[in-house]
């Protein structure tokens, strides 16, 4: 069983910058691909990022890469998500989630989601 919980959200302007957390519950945490969703109001939940158990290869969306940056802490069972040049439109919820199965590109745990607001 794998707990997740996200937290960093928060309204910033357009142009500025916010990093989330996700802290994840398990001793296994180093084995898992981990990746950040969102979802914004009347809309799809969408990928924005996915990092491997070692940190050393990580994949975006196109509509966030060279702002996004997504990380991991094993040691403290911990990933982020760093946000940087945010516009309008990534106003959404922020999901983490844990592919603990192996099955690419299938995420079977979820954080209960954190808000990011945007303003233009």
């Known amino acids: 069983q794998v707990q997740l919980v996200e937290s960093g959200g928060g309204l910033v302007q357009a142009g500025g910058s916010l990093s989330l957390s996700c802290t994840a519950s398990g001793r296994t945490f180093s084995t898992y691909y981990m990746a950040w969703f969102r979802q914004a109001p009347g809309k799809e939940r969408e990928f924005v990022a996915t990092i491997n158990w070692g940190g050393t290869s990580t994949y975006y969306a196109d509509s966030v890469k060279g702002r996004f940056t997504i990380s991991r802490d094993n040691a403290k069972n911990m990933v982020y998500l760093q946000m940087n040049s945010l516009k309008p439109e990534d106003t959404a919820v922020y999901y983490c989630?844990?592919?603990?199965?192996?099955?690419?590109?299938?995420?079977?745990?979820w954080g209960q989601g954190t808000q990011v607001t945007v303003s233009s």
């Open positions: 989630a844990a592919d603990t199965l192996g099955a690419p590109d299938e995420y079977d745990y």
